[in-house]
Nanobody, 119 residues
Framework: QVQLVESGGGLVQAGGSLRLSCAVS????????MGWYRQAPGKQRELVAT???????YNADSVKGRFTISRDNGKNTVYLQMNSLKPEDTAVYYC?????????????WGQGTRVTVSS
């Protein structure tokens, strides 16, 4: 079982920055991949960024050059640094953990943190 708690959301003006944190209930070195997703009102949840246990990262085209995913194994925390925020980044951001044990795949979600970017 993995529990995830996001924090760091809020209201920011366009062009501003926020850093989201995802506190994980167990060692993130044992989790195959961590990710950030977001869901805007009336839209489907979409992938924002991922980081694997090996440190490989992926960013969606819409956030490349602006968002950075990172992790601190010692603190069991994954971060999403968001710079140059745009109104279209407004959404609830969710942390996700993907755990593969043998042939079994499990996905865990946090409760989400709201980000609102004003124009």
């Amino acid at each position: 079982q993995v529990q995830l708690v996001e924090s760091g959301g809020g209201l920011v003006q366009a062009g501003g920055s926020l850093r989201l944190s995802c506190a994980v209930s167990r060692g993130i070195f044992s989790i195959n991949a961590m990710g950030w997703y977001r869901q805007a009102p009336g839209k489907q949840r979409e992938l924002v960024a991922t980081i694997t246990s090996g440190g490989s990262t992926y960013n969606a085209d819409s956030v490349k050059g602006r968002f950075t995913i990172s992790r601190d194994n010692g603190k069991n925390t994954v971060y999403l640094q968001m710079n140059s925020l745009k109104p279209e980044d407004t959404a609830v951001y969710y942390c996700n953990a993907a755990v593969i044990t043998g042939g079994d795949y499990k996905s865990y979600w946090g409760q989400g943190t709201r980000v609102t970017v004003s124009s």
